[in-house]
């Protein structure tokens, strides 16, 4: 039966869920990969830190960040990116139930928003369990994802002159500088933590 057939049947808020689910899943699958076609391929053959400055790939993340943050702003588009460089360092795909992730952020937001960025990159979900927040102070802000299967880490921060530049950006321009940022290279975003 297809969706269309079958919206009858269903509750609004069903169906308005099922269609943002399958939107989701092909909007963050197109914007890891740059193709509609093809599922991520994590690895040696994964999208570059350069495939996120172009045009239409960017589009397809914000637009995957906004629909699990709400918007595109700021530091949920650093998470992002954070979290599309740990799959790729993890060679594991997009919803893998085989990554872990930790952010560990003080009870604000700006830090907070990390967390969303990456589960619109990684798939990760407080539902599906792989997904957890630790409490931090500002200054120890960082997000660890971990491959559950061989215990391979890899920890990643904001850069101090990022959060100097971006803290506290008047939040009627979060969502036109996210964009922004979204362009950046990955080490003027973030860095690895030992």
Same mark, same amino acid.
């Given at each position: *039966?297809?969706?269309?057939?079958?919206?009858? *049947?269903?509750?609004?808020?069903?169906?308005?869920?099922?269609?943002?689910?399958?939107? +989701?899943?092909?909007?963050?699958?197109?914007?890891?990969?740059?193709?509609?076609? &093809?599922?991520?391929?994590?690895?040696?053959?994964?999208?570059?830190?350069?495939?996120?400055?172009? @045009?239409?790939?960017?589009?397809?993340?914000?637009?995957?960040?906004?629909?699990?943050?709400?918007?595109?702003?700021?530091?949920?588009?650093?998470?992002?990116? *954070?979290?599309?460089?740990?799959?790729?360092?993890?060679?594991?795909?997009?919803?893998? +139930? @085989?990554?872990?992730?930790?952010?560990?952020?003080? #009870?604000?937001? #700006?830090?907070?928003?990390?967390?969303?960025?990456?589960?619109?990159?990684?798939?990760?979900?407080?539902?599906?369990?792989?997904?957890?927040?630790?409490?931090?102070?500002?200054?120890?802000?960082?997000?660890?994802?971990?491959?559950?299967?061989?215990? #391979?880490?890899?920890?990643?921060?904001?850069?101090?002159? +990022?959060?100097?530049?971006?803290?506290? =950006?008047?939040?009627?321009?979060? =969502?036109?500088?996210?964009? #922004?940022?979204? &362009?950046?290279?990955?080490?003027?975003?973030?860095?690895?933590?030992?």
């Amino acid at each position: *039966m297809s969706l269309i057939s079958s919206s009858a *049947m269903l509750p609004r808020t069903s169906l308005v869920a099922a269609l943002a689910s399958f939107c +989701f899943a092909a909007c963050a699958t197109t914007a890891l990969t740059g193709n509609a076609t &093809q599922s991520p391929t994590p690895g040696p053959n994964a999208a570059t830190a350069a495939d996120h400055r172009t @045009d239409a790939p960017s589009l397809r993340g914000l637009e995957a960040i906004a629909l699990i943050h709400g918007d595109a702003g700021i530091w949920a588009v650093a998470g992002y990116r *954070m979290g599309a460089y740990a799959l790729r360092a993890l060679d594991l795909p997009r919803g893998s +139930f @085989d990554l872990e992730v930790i952010h560990h952020t003080p #009870q604000s937001v #700006q830090f907070s928003c990390i967390a969303d960025g990456a589960a619109a990159a990684t798939g990760a979900s407080l539902g599906k369990l792989n997904l957890s927040l630790a409490p931090a102070t500002a200054a120890e802000t960082r997000t660890t994802y971990r491959r559950r299967s061989t215990g #391979q880490t890899i920890t990643l921060r904001a850069t101090e002159a +990022f959060a100097a530049r971006y803290l506290d =950006v008047e939040r009627a321009r979060l =969502v036109e500088v996210g964009s #922004q940022v979204f &362009q950046l290279p990955d080490e003027a975003i973030f860095e690895e933590v030992e």
